[in-house]
């Protein structure tokens, strides 16, 4: 019913730059909150940055200042724009999102496949 597809992870060295992206696709009637989590290998899957659809933004700390989260409304699609790219930020970075479908009576939460983020040391 409801597909979120990521792009724009690879391989980057430290200090470089990627931006990745999450369109929703399907039966939406809308969506709420929309976000990046991440996770690195033996570790849980942590937020990265949400954006509501209100438009105020959340970040990790470990991100601020270096990250940035937008959202493209009438494209159902988040972008996370990275700067500064450091080899702890090499994870598998997965997209989420709100999203109430047609005719459902509350929303649910939906992911993307995940797209891989490499930052050597």
């Known amino acids: 019913q409801v597909q979120l597809v990521e792009s724009g992870g690879g391989l980057v060295q430290p200090g470089g730059s990627l931006r990745l992206s999450c369109a929703a696709s399907?039966?939406?009637?809308?969506?709420?909150?929309m976000g990046w989590y991440r996770q690195a290998p033996g570790k849980q899957r942590e937020l990265v940055a949400s954006?509501?659809?209100?438009?105020?933004?959340n970040y990790a700390d470990s991100v601020k200042g270096r990250f940035t989260i937008s959202r493209d409304s009438a494209k159902n699609t988040v972008y996370l724009q990275m700067n500064s790219l450091k080899p702890e930020d090499t994870a598998v970075y997965y997209c989420?999102?709100?999203?109430?479908?047609?005719?459902?009576?509350?929303?649910?939460?939906?992911w993307g496949q995940g797209t891989q983020v490499t930052v050597p040391s």
């Open positions: 989420n999102a709100d999203i109430y479908t047609i005719g459902a009576a509350r929303g649910r939460a939906y």
């Open positions: 399907g039966s939406i009637f809308s969506i709420n909150a």
């Open positions: 954006m509501p659809s209100g438009g105020s933004t």
